[in-house]
């Protein structure tokens, strides 16, 4: 069964990675959020986008999951009516090593800081 959504889910070969383009998907800090959540069920697990309590709308966070995956951060693919994330941690490892070791530790942190001024 396909998405309620009708968009090309598209994905860069691990050749297409850019630096900068990678550089820019993971400068905000929903985006490190939403891959330090992808981390911590690897390496074979995926998250639902419904999944991740993001303090930004809907819409926002569908914008933001596709810069991900349009960066080749994240793989995407749709399972009925739900879209499963997985962290590109090989294809980025090959291309940029030590980047997401840096990354993952600093969406942790945003996360925190989301869960302390919720309490």
């Given amino acids: 069964m396909a998405s309620r959504t009708a968009t090309d889910l598209v994905h860069p070969d691990r050749t297409q990675l850019r630096f900068t383009t990678v550089l820019a998907a993971l400068s905000d800090p929903v985006r490190l959020a939403i891959v330090a959540r992808l981390a911590d069920v690897e390496p074979d697990g995926e998250l639902a986008c419904t999944t991740f309590a993001l303090p930004v709308s809907k819409s926002t966070q569908s914008g933001h999951f596709k810069i991900l995956r349009e960066a080749g951060v994240i793989r995407q693919r749709d399972e009925g009516i739900r879209r499963l994330n997985r962290l590109r941690r090989d294809d980025l490892d090959a291309h940029f090593p030590g980047?997401?070791?840096?990354?993952?530790?600093?969406?942790?942190?945003?996360?925190?800081?989301?869960?302390?001024?919720?309490r």
């Fill in 99 to 118: 980047l997401l070791d840096l990354a993952i530790p600093q969406g942790r942190d945003v996360i925190a800081n989301w869960d302390s001024k919720a």
